[in-house]
């Protein structure tokens, strides 16, 4: 799993959870690293935060959705609700479900565990 967030509480959270259920991540903060992570580590989902100016994962989503090898991989993006513009763009970059904050967070477990 590829993990592209540079928000330290959510990378800290997303990381304790998948030490506890055993579960491998890594972390990727920019499109290119994104797109190599995913290359070389053929992941079942990577997960972007969408509020980061850092990560560009509206930029990654393309970019993994352009390469035919790689736009099978799904993606999940959280973001804050109330950014009903940023929620829209994401699903036309490509990002195939767009989650809340709050909603990630109750979700991470079966999101990392593939349910």
């Known amino acids: 799993m590829i993990v592209a967030v540079d928000d330290l509480m959510f990378a800290s959270r997303i990381s304790s959870a998948a030490k506890a259920l055993g579960v491998e991540i890594a972390f990727a903060r920019s499109p290119e690293a994104i797109v190599e992570a995913v290359r070389t580590k053929a992941p079942r989902l990577v ?3 969408l509020n980061s100016v850092k990560v560009r994962p509206l930029e990654a989503v393309a970019a993994l959705k352009a390469d035919a090898a790689l736009a099978a991989v799904p993606t999940v ?3 804050s609700h109330v950014q009903a513009d940023l929620i829209t763009e994401a699903r036309r970059a490509g990002v195939d479900q767009v989650l809340a904050r709050s909603a990630f967070v109750m979700q991470l477990p079966q999101l990392l565990q593939g349910s």
Do not use: E, M, S
């Open 47 to 49: 997960i972007l935060d």
């Open 77 to 79: 993006g959280f973001v």
